[in-house]
Structure formats: structure tokens, C-alpha cells
């Protein structure tokens, strides 16, 4: 007997999970079915709201959202003549116009493919190149990075562009006053608010489509490709369908209802993080919607503050986040002055630090620690609420999938036994966009391979120990060393360069570089170099100069002997 087939988990798990197996009841074909389900229910609810840092906030019901995606659908089918299978590049921050792009291109048949809006234009290009989208809907915020790509890459000025505006969608009095703000911070910062090349504006998309004929629904079994990074210092696309996302979450919500923490059309969630990640992508949006929830979207939860009309203006309930943001929330003393009163906190990304997680516990309630990769759709394995939580430990998979820790030769361990964290289910992507060779090494009969060194106790819990990978995680997003050493080996004078993951009080980890220079850099000069070339939570903090740096016998730099120096790092 292993524990993949003991499923030790179990012994915890309530009669209801036990009584009532995954996979009885029928579930979706297509993730558009979650939006029709909502608007038959919940037409007149609340389903987006966004909230700015200066109070001003608007709400989108799910009628509102549907009869948008709908125009916009007709708009990218008829005037764009869009596909089925074709790809569309979707880089937003949290806005009313996300759900509206992401239903409305699932609806014709189209894959989005997420993209960071704070990417640099390196970053940019290779996503796009890589997807071969035929279109782009970008915040006007970001256009700037887009014109860089233009002026590297001409070929993709055929790219279809749509640009959006956070003054969309408010009133008129209220929009034409966040409009001037936008253009006056626009031209202080010198970034353009309006593209060289020929574009459309989200709003009059929406205007032009209610006025075309209907779409014609279309479908693909691609929902996403959903970038990660990769070991060779290249992003990988994650290919993720459907029905990955419709069982996970069919997967997630199950779970949460046996153990009481419903989400439901009586929840209203708080998406501080980014939905073009995907822990907000699939908790926050999707499972969401398809409970006919309501979802608060804050774009920019930096600094912290600007996180407080949204509890002062709605009744939270819900909260997703990493470290960092629950860290940034207990020190806020108008948020631990009043805590909410939520029914549900789950942290992912990132290890929840013991100090953050006994800290909110005493303030606001019991937080739950999950775990998961893009390559899971978001999640695998979830601590349930428990009484006492054990600390440390990302808890159960759900029911409907299973995970093993296996040895370097691919044996199966027993109870306590540190080794590779192995994910089997349908919530499982099975490759990556052209990179066969790598999905050949991470998807192997079924089984996800994590990379990530954890081991299951006796009573089912299982904990993450180390990273196989030599990732690191700043605030919960994934920097990959190569990527960041291949951009430092870019300068002239640098000879060699190395990058590991250091603690950090602000974000958990911090990337650190060790470098070897033919002559010596001034710190500015480098730090210039790497936010040319990377978005900013990649730019390595800290920056440590040697001679040489250790190297095996056939030349590879030794990552694990970094790790052990106990010099002081010089800051960046």
C-alpha cells in the first residue's frame, strides 16, 4: 500500500465529502455556462465593482456583465473577424472591462492569454510572439510598453488593438474628471495615453457591437494559455482548457462546502491581487461568478491604503492574497482597528509566514494556506478550516485528485518521507505551448511533477519543505533565476552571474545576484540595465560582487554553495 491509494487525508474529511464522491453530479462543457447560470439567478445582483484609491467606485450586475460581453463578442466576431482558436492577448489591471474581455472571447470561441500590465517590452513581445495572438486589449496605462514592442518588432504593428480606461464605465461627470486626472498623470510620467497605430476604445467596441448582428457562439476546448516561468529562463504557456478550470473549480467549491465556507451568491470576495494571475483568475473570478458572488476589484493595492474605501464601502466577506498583502493589512491601523467580520482568508503564492498567520488569527480569524501551480489551474491541495490549523502545512488535495511524494528514481515514499511533490487529477494541464520537450519531463503518465520537495504525515497533512526548482518567490510571483542571470549577462562588463532567493520582511523573498565584472559597475548603471529589461519584481535587490564565482568540474555554477556564504549582502 502507498499513500496515493491510503489517502491518509481522508481520515479528516466530513461525511458530507465521504458520502457525497466528486464527480456525481454533471458539470459544465464550457466555462460561458457559469456566466448563463449566473444571469439566470442572480440577473439584478452585484458581480464586479471596481473601487480606486480615491473612493470613486462603480458596479457592473451580471446582466450588465453579460449584455457587455455580448457586444463586445459581436464586435471581436464580426468587425475584427476573430476565429475560433485564435489567441487574444488580454493585459489589464483588476477593471470592470476584465470579466467583459474574458466572457466575451470565451463566447466566439477565442483563447486569451493573460499578460502582466507591468511587463517590460522584452517581456511583452516574447508572449506575443510566442502565442502568435492576433490581437491585444491593453490598458491605456501600459501603452507605452506596447509602442516599444512596435518600434523592436514592426511585424506585430498588424496586431488589433483595444485600449481601456479606468474612467470607463462611470458616470459622465465622474468619468470626464478621472479622464483629465489619467491624461495630466499621463503627461507628468511622459507616456502616451493614446497609440500610434490604428486602435479601437473598449467603450466604443461596446457601443459599435450592440449595434451588429448577433454572434455566432463558438467554442474551443483552449481556455488560456496561462504563462509561467520556466528553468531555462524562458516563460512557458501553460495550455489550459475548460475543463481544467470547470473541475477545479467544481473541485474547490465542493471541498469548501463540506467544511462550511460556502461560496455562494451571499459572498462578496476582495481582489487585491491581480487577475491576470492565476489564483485570482480561478478563485476570485471564476468561482465567483459562477456562485453569482460578488467580486470587489481594487487595480492597485500599493500603498495598502488604498485598499480601505473598498471595507468601508462594501460588506467583505472573502479574502485572497499572499503574505505580503495580509502582512500590509495588519499594519494598517484603520484595518486592525476595525477587521472585518470574513466567513473565509485563504493565502497562496507563498509560504504564510507563522508571525503573519498567528497575528491575523488574533485580529480577524483563522487564515487558510493552499498550494498550487499555473500548471493546476490555480489550486491542488487546500488546509481546511480546522480547529487548531496546523501551521506549516497546505492541508488536503481535494477529493477528485490525488498526489504522491516520490524519490530521484520516481518511488513512491511513505509517511514522512521528503521528496517530489507529484499532482494527479483533472484540473491537471497536460502540456506547455511549443515547448514538447518540457512537457514531456513535467507531465509524465498523468502525473503532474511539481518540483517542489514536500512530505505527508501520518494523519494525511502535507507540507512543502523546500523548491527543487531554484525559483523564487517575491510576493508570490515566480522570478527564475536564468531568466534574470541571461538578462545581467546582456551587460558588457558583467562575466558571470548567478541568482538565488534571500528572505525578505516585505515580500518573503528577494532576489539576490552574485556577479563577476571585467571592470567595475557603478550600482545605478546596473540597476538601469535590469528594469530595462525586467519588470520590476525581478530586478534583483541585492547585489554581491566576487572575484569568481564557485563552479562544479564541468563548469556549472555552484547555486547551493551562494546559498551558504555568510557575507552581508550590498543592497541595489
Given amino acids: ?105 470565451w463566447k466566439i470561441g477565442v483563447i486569451i492569454s493573460n499578460i502582466n500590465p507591468l511587463y517590460t517590452a522584452r517581456e511583452l513581445e516574447y508572449q506575443l510572439s510566442d502565442t502568435q495572438a492576433k490581437a491585444l486589449i491593453v490598458s491605456d496605462l501600459f501603452l507605452d510598453t506596447f509602442e516599444k514592442v512596435i518600434k523592436q518588432q514592426p511585424q506585430l504593428a498588424q496586431l488589433k488593438l483595444l485600449t481601456a480606461s479606468l474612467s470607463d464605465f462611470f458616470p459622465a461627470p465622474i468619468q470626464q474628471q478621472l479622464a483629465q486626472h489619467l491624461r495630466e498623470q499621463a503627461k507628468q510620467q511622459q507616456r502616451c495615453s493614446t497609440p500610434s497605430l490604428p486602435f479601437e476604445r473598449f467603450e466604443a467596441a461596446l457601443a459599435q457591437g450592440a449595434a451588429l448582428a448577433p454572434y455566432r457562439p463558438q467554442q474551443h476546448a483552449t481556455a488560456v494559455y496561462q504563462y509561467t516561468g520556466g528553468t531555462t529562463g524562458r516563460s512557458k504557456g501553460a495550455i489550459i482548457s475548460h475543463q481544467n478550470l470547470i473541475h477545479l473549480i467544481a473541485m474547490m467549491t465542493h471541498y469548501l462546502e463540506a467544511y462550511k465556507r460556502p461560496i455562494d451568491h451571499q459572498q462578496c470576495i476582495l481582489t487585491a491581487i491581480p487577475l491576470y494571475h492565476i489564483f485570482a483568475f480561478t478563485v476570485n473570478f471564476l468561482s465567483f461568478m459562477q456562485a453569482g458572488g460578488h467580486n470587489v476589484l481594487i487595480p492597485s493595492p500599493r500603498p495598502m491604503h488604498n485598499l480601505k474605501p473598498a471595507f468601508e464601502q462594501f460588506n467583505i466577506t472573502w479574502l485572497t492574497g499572499v503574505d505580503t498583502l495580509y502582512a500590509g493589512l495588519l499594519a494598517e491601523e484603520w484595518f486592525v482597528n476595525h477587521p472585518p467580520q470574513l466567513n473565509c482568508a485563504i493565502a497562496g503564492g507563498t509560504a504564510l509566514r507563522p508571525s503573519t498567520a498567528e497575528r491575523w488569527t488574533q485580529i480577524v480569524g483563522p487564515i487558510l494556506e493552499g498550494y498550487g501551480m499555473t500548471e493546476t489551474s490555480c489550486a491542488a491541495l487546500l488546509h481546511p478550516p480546522l480547529d487548531p490549523i496546523r501551521r506549516g502545512s497546505i492541508g488536503f488535495p481535494f477529493q477528485g485528485s490525488n498526489i504522491k511524494i516520490i524519490d530521484d528514481q520516481g518511488q513512491e515514499l511513505g509517511i514522512n518521507q521528503a521528496g517530489e511533490l507529484c499532482v494527479q487529477g483533472p484540473h491537471i494541464v497536460t502540456a506547455y505551448l511549443n515547448r514538447d520537450a518540457e512537457s514531456q519531463e513535467t507531465f509524465i503518465d498523468g502525473w503532474l511533477h511539481t518540483g517542489d520537495i514536500a512530505k505527508i504525515d501520518a494523519e494525511g497533512f502535507c507540507y512543502i519543505l523546500d523548491r527543487k526548482k531554484d525559483m523564487v518567490l517575491v510576493s508570490g510571483f515566480n522570478v527564475y533565476p536564468n531568466e534574470v542571470e541571461a538578462v545581467l549577462m546582456l551587460h558588457p562588463h558583467i562575466r558571470e552571474a548567478a541568482v538565488i532567493a534571500v528572505d525578505d520582511p516585505q515580500t518573503g523573498e528577494a532576489v539576490k545576484a552574485f556577479i563577476a565584472t571585467e571592470q567595475s559597475i557603478a550600482p545605478e548603471e546596473l540597476m538601469a540595465h535590469c528594469r530595462h529589461h525586467l519588470t520590476a519584481y525581478k530586478v534583483p535587490k541585492y547585489i554581491e560582487v566576487l572575484a569568481e564565482l564557485p563552479k562544479s568540474t564541468v563548469g556549472k555554477i555552484l547555486r547551493a554553495e551562494l546559498r551558504q556564504r555568510k557575507q552581508h549582502a550590498k543592497s541595489a
Fill in 1 to 105: 500500500m502507498t499513500l496515493s491509494s491510503e489517502r491518509p487525508w481522508q481520515q479528516h474529511f466530513p461525511k458530507q465529502l465521504i458520502e457525497q464522491p466528486f464527480g456525481k453530479q454533471p458539470l459544465a462543457q464550457h466555462l460561458t455556462e457559469l456566466l448563463q447560470h449566473a444571469v439566470t439567478h442572480y440577473a439584478k445582483q452585484p458581480a464586479f465593482s471596481i473601487v480606486l484609491a480615491n473612493g470613486f467606485s462603480q458596479t457592473l450586475n451580471y446582466q450588465q456583465i453579460e449584455h457587455s460581453a455580448n457586444h463586445l463578442a459581436n464586435f471581436l466576431q464580426h468587425t475584427w473577424q476573430l476565429q475560433a482558436g485564435d489567441v487574444i492577448g488580454i493585459q489589464l489591471p483588476n477593471s470592470l472591462h476584465y470579466p467583459i474581455a474574458v466572457l466575451a472571447c
